[in-house]
């Protein structure tokens, strides 16, 4: 089992930047691939972003391309996504998910974070 939990939402304006954190507890972190995924209000949740278990290894959906960061710190169990260049439409709930194996941009991952609100104003 891992649980694990975001942190680093919030409001900021358009051009903005903003980190996210997601810390994991449970098994062992290095073993899972990570992602990040977003939910804005009446839409399904999307891929943005995901890192290999030994972090060599990112991919981005096209909407993060250029302006989103995915990295990991596997001696502190801790997920990153740098985001700059803000824009409205990336308001939504982000999540982060753990599954074992490899990078997945599908929804298929074995844990999930409840959320952090990141609303971007114009």
């Known amino acids: 089992q891992v649980q694990l939990v975001e942190s680093g939402g919030g409001l900021v304006q358009a051009g903005d930047s903003l980190a996210l954190s997601c810390t994991a507890s449970?098994?062992?972190?290095?073993?899972?691939?990570m992602g990040w995924f977003r939910q804005a209000p009446g839409k399904e949740r999307e891929f943005v972003a995901a890192i290999s278990m030994g972090g060599a290894q990112t991919v981005y959906a096209d909407s993060a391309k250029g302006r989103f960061t995915v990295s990991r710190d596997n001696i502190k169990n801790t997920m990153y996504l740098q985001m700059n260049s803000l824009k409205s439409e990336d308001t939504a709930i982000y999540s982060c998910a753990a599954r074992g194996g490899g990078i997945a941009t599908s929804g298929n991952y074995d844990y999930w974070g409840q959320g952090t609100q990141v609303t971007v104003s114009s």
């Open positions: 449970g098994r062992a972190f290095r073993n899972y691939a």
